[in-house]
């Protein structure tokens, strides 16, 4: 039964990255975004998941990884040779901040990252080299889709690889560790402080990476789009609706988020409803299955594996 749920993952990463030979265009965009979704899903996991940081400042990941390579492919570099220097700008950017934020705990923490995303929002508003509020266009030439989506469904695979990774590494371990009891880790060895430093670093640096990948596919970047602060609501709400501190619940989060946002789009009025929708999908998933579709898979898988209950009578006899 372990080896199940493997095969179904390969065949479906098989599947993703060999659509480009059996679907059209149209469907090709839908599960483009839906591999970025579940990137950025997966990454924020690695920190809020496996490690219980709350961070709701990822968008200033995804805009640092889209600028770079915006900046760099406009001074003549190849696009894809900008994945490397956005992920480690961004890595770099983590540990800058994590220092000081990570002395903070609980919602403190959450609160100082929401602070740090709209500060780099407007940083990259005001300034010149970044086109101010008017954004950046991509050079011309610079487009290559089939490429770009092979690109994102490598990473969006890469990405679930790696966080199924840490949940069985001790690194993974430490983060749990950290989750469960901070104080009891650290009483126990566990310097906190680095390990969340190395998940926020990891985590940033394939975030950006996917930011790199979305700035080339859309050719054109605006402070409003990638740093925006609905997104990094986002990148949070697809794992706990999906199942926070799982390999698994980031993915079905991103699969459900993905969908809707699909939907909602071909729907003029429903446009600007996602967050309230959103919202309330949450609400829900937190009063009844706070474990989110991976606890409920599990809750029915438990309900049907569960023997059944003989009645008096024929128990005795049995």
Request: aromatic letters at 10%.
């Amino acid at each position: 039964m372990k080896r199940l749920p493997l095969a179904a993952a390969a065949v479906l990463a098989a599947f993703t990255l060999a659509a480009p030979l059996f679907l059209e265009r149209g469907t090709l965009n839908d599960v483009w975004s839906l591999a970025f979704a579940v990137i950025l899903a997966s990454a924020w996991n690695i920190l809020g998941g496996f490690a219980g940081q709350v961070s709701l400042g990822y968008s200033a990941f995804l805009g640092i990884g889209a600028y770079t390579t915006v900046l760099l492919s406009l001074a003549g570099v190849n696009p894809f040779w900008t994945l490397a220097p956005g992920a480690v700008v961004a890595a770099l950017f983590s540990v800058l901040i994590g220092l000081p934020a990570f002395r903070l705990r609980g919602p403190y923490f959450t609160i100082a990252t929401i602070g740090v995303g709209e500060a780099v929002r407007v940083v990259a508003s005001s300034v010149s080299f970044t086109g101010g509020s008017s954004g950046l266009r991509m050079p011309a030439g610079s487009f290559d889709f089939t490429l770009n989506y092979e690109a994102m469904a490598a990473l969006a695979v890469a990405t679930v690889a790696i966080s199924a990774a840490v949940t069985r590494s001790a690194f993974g371990h430490a983060l749990a560790a950290i989750k469960q009891d901070i104080d009891a880790a650290e009483a126990l060895g566990v310097g906190s402080t680095r390990f969340k430093l190395g998940a926020h670093a990891l985590s940033a640096a394939l975030v950006a990476l996917a930011g790199s990948l979305y700035a080339i596919n859309f050719q054109y970047i605006a402070p409003s789009s990638v740093f925006d602060f609905r997104l990094s609501l986002a990148i949070v709400l697809a794992p706990i609706v999906g199942g926070v501190g799982t390999v698994a619940g980031p993915v079905l989060g991103a699969v459900v988020f993905s969908t809707l946002q699909i939907k909602l789009l071909s729907v003029p009025a429903l446009r600007d409803s996602y967050l309230f929708i959103y919202g309330g999908l949450l609400i829900l998933v937190m009063l009844y299955e706070p474990k989110g579709l991976v606890g409920l898979a599990r809750r029915l898988l438990a309900r049907v594996r569960r023997p059944p209950v003989l009645p008096p009578e024929a128990a005795r006899a049995a």
